[in-house]
């Protein structure tokens, strides 16, 4: 069975640092609980980066090929995800069997590709870490402040968990990570499946539109979780509707109408004299104005972010 050797001491080494020297004690053994079929060799997992230090700790680690005792081959940055205790090492290898199964064909390309799943005794506790491919960096800013296409990619991203049945159920900025491509584009990764659960997914056969399709009507979009990712966090619709008093209108209307115009077209309700209707035309079309102007001015944001 492959193993992973892991740092009793997890305080990071300098990238110029020596990784090991052979025959170092100072690692705790872990058995796969799978390992990946390209991997046909023990591995040894050095500490370049604490990433994270929750409930779950992660590290950005060197992770080099093990024969016996001696490194063979070159080092491979990767991310481990250790679960310190049985009871999160149990909720780790739930989210390795997620990956393992239903998330299988997303691997290397939505979700991060999974290197193995270890499970042992170590110096703190029983353990669970899983090793996966390094997928960048966290995110300079909220969703919405994203350019547009990466935007569209990271809703793409969500629905393609979703028709592979799973609800992600912690779809937030940190849990998605940033990197740049060979080509030079930004590409978008979702990870952490601690709260993930199996979906039979309505929207299945929806496609994601370019970014600024009208919202679809209420009711005939039935997926909490792509909904409220579209329409509010990520917001890559655009409003289908504006409310005036108690009735919604076409949103073109506030776009192109002055508020005269506007008002030739709705219906005034009975008792509300027409200067305040003409002066609530004109609140209602200028805030919707506002609104689709900051958009695209963060549109218009660089990406900002170190390496
Ligand atoms: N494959 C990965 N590539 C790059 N960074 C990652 C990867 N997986 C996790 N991270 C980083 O580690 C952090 C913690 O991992 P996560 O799985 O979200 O743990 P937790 O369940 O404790 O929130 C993430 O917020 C992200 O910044
Ligand atoms: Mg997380």
Known sequence: MFKLQFPQDTTPRLADAPAFKDGEDGWDTLEAYYHGSELAFDIRATIRERIHNG????????????HGNTIAGEELIAICK???????AKLLKKEADLYRDKLASLQGKWVPAIFGCYLGQTVEAWTCILVMQDCGRPLPCPFYMLPPQSRAQVVDGLHHLHKAGIVHRDFTEHNVVIQKTDSGKYWLTIVDFGEAREHDCPCKDWKVEPVYAPQPVTGTFDCAELWNACAQDVDIWRPRTVRFYEEFYPA?????????EFLERVR??????????????YSVITRYREAAWTRLEWDKLPLLWKD
């Not at 679960?83 to 999160?88: D, E, I, L, N, S």
């Not at 073109?252 to 005269?260: I, K």
């Not at 005034?268 to 035309?281: K, N, S």
């Open 268 to 281: 005034i309700p009975d008792g509300i004299m027409r200067e305040d209707a003409l002066e609530y035309a």
């Open 252 to 260: 073109d209307w506030a776009a192109s109408d002055t508020p005269e």
């Open 55 to 66: 409930n779950m700790r992660a590290f950005r680690v060197g992770l080099y090929p093990v």
């Open 82 to 88: 250790v679960a310190y205790g049985r009871r999160r």
